[in-house]
């Protein structure tokens, strides 16, 4: 059984930093497009940013200068760098991964990890 775990969330102040990470464990062959997606109450999940396989990253437009996502494939893990925070960045980020778990190709997610930003 493959599972994401996520950590790093937290509560700081507008302008802080936080960094998530995100672990991948199980029978994995191959860790393909990873990425940082989040929710808040009555909105539908958004997606973050995503890093491919070799590292190249694509970002929502909100974040962009402020967040830097990156990966160690070694470690199974993928990052999510979070600067200059804003409260509407306040939400359930949730990792999410494509895993090639033979006989296929399947997409996990994580169970999420809170950050809230106050003003």
């Not at 599972?3 to 950590?7: A, G, H, I, N, T």
């Not at 990792?95 to 778990?101: E, G, M, P, S």
């Given at each position: 059984q493959v599972?994401?775990?996520?950590?790093g969330g937290g509560l700081v102040q507008a302008g802080g930093s936080l960094r998530l990470s995100c672990a991948a464990s199980g029978s994995?062959?191959?860790l393909?497009?990873?990425g940082w997606y989040r929710q808040t109450p009555g909105k539908q999940r958004e997606l973050v940013a995503t890093s491919t396989k070799s590292g190249s990253p694509n970002y929502a437009d909100s974040v962009k200068g402020r967040f830097t996502i990156s990966r160690d494939n070694a470690k199974d893990t993928v990052y999510l760098q979070m600067n200059s925070l804003k409260p509407e960045d306040t939400a359930v980020y949730y990792?999410?991964?494509?895993?090639?778990?033979r006989p296929a190709t399947v997409?996990?997610?994580g169970k999420g990890t809170q950050v809230t930003v106050s003003s």
């Open positions: 599972q994401l775990v996520e950590s994995i062959l191959t393909n497009v990873m990792c999410h991964a494509d895993i090639l778990v997409g996990y997610w």
